[in-house]
């Protein structure tokens, strides 16, 4: 099956400079890629998501790239703010099954 | 609100008693999925459905855990006999699948304590 992996487990960051996010994953069927915000006792939201036929996508201070190749994608977060502090998760769907990295914990200093 | 909602917020129960959570998706979704999240963790694919059929379940889910979505709406997930380890938050998630995959959209979840 699938696997995701995502690193580092933490990043911390000062406010106003940018935040990468790294994840592999395993499965070379996989051909949707969402990133998944959750904030602390609350459900997971997407934020941006990419599919296997586009190398990159953005969405005002927020992108992703994909690797297809490297079996790479990554999320870019420019000019970073306090409420941008949260776990993110990748994650990799094929077949119609969601697999999530461990996520990250992204904490963005004032 | 419109968007997916969960049955019960919390539960807590006793090591051998049966749990039922309950999962209202999107209205117009077709597909219905359950995860798992332990504290530290991405959420773990369970089980999911497309309208009233169970497409696929996780080799990870035992013989206790069942989940039915008898009219293509709601769902239900139900564990017998539960164990200190079924302790999670229980996240339920709808789309919309027309063609290819797409955002699903997450319920607040249910957070289960197994005493």
């Known amino acids: 099956g699938e696997n995701v992996e995502q690193h580092p487990s933490t990043l911390s960051v000062q406010e106003g400079d940018s935040a990468v996010i790294k994840c592999t994953y395993s499965?070379?069927?996989?051909?949707?890629f969402p990133w998944y915000k959750q904030e602390l006792g609350k459900r997971p939201q997407l934020i941006i998501d990419?599919?296997?036929?586009?190398g990159e996508k953005k969405d005002q201070r927020i992108a992703v790239t994909l690797n297809k190749t490297a079996k790479h994608f990554s999320l870019h977060i420019t000019e970073t703010q306090p409420e941008d502090s949260a776990v993110y998760f990748c994650?990799?769907?094929?077949?119609?099954?969601?697999?999530f990295g461990k996520g990250i914990t992204l904490s963005v200093r004032p | 609100d419109t968007g997916v909602s969960q049955d019960p917020r919390h539960k807590i129960t006793k090591r051998g008693q049966n749990v039922t959570f309950r999962c209202d998706p999107i209205s117009e979704h077709n597909r219905l999925y359950w995860y798992r999240q332990t504290l530290g963790q991405g959420p773990e694919f369970l089980t999911y459905?497309?309208?009233?059929?169970?497409?696929?379940k996780s080799r990870l889910l035992s013989d206790r855990f069942s989940a039915e979505r008898p009219k293509g709406s709601f769902s239900t997930l139900e564990i017998q006999r539960t164990e200190q380890g079924d302790s999670a938050m229980y996240l339920c998630?709808?789309?919309?699948?027309?063609?290819?995959?797409?955002?699903?959209?997450f319920g607040p979840g249910t957070r289960l304590t197994v005493l």
């Open positions: 994650a990799a769907v094929a077949n119609s099954k969601l697999t």
């Open positions: 499965d070379s069927a996989s051909n949707y």
């Open positions: 459905f497309q309208n009233e059929a169970q497409l696929e």
């Open positions: 998630a709808s789309s919309l699948e027309i063609s290819g995959d797409n955002e699903q959209f």
């Open positions: 990419i599919r296997s036929n586009v």
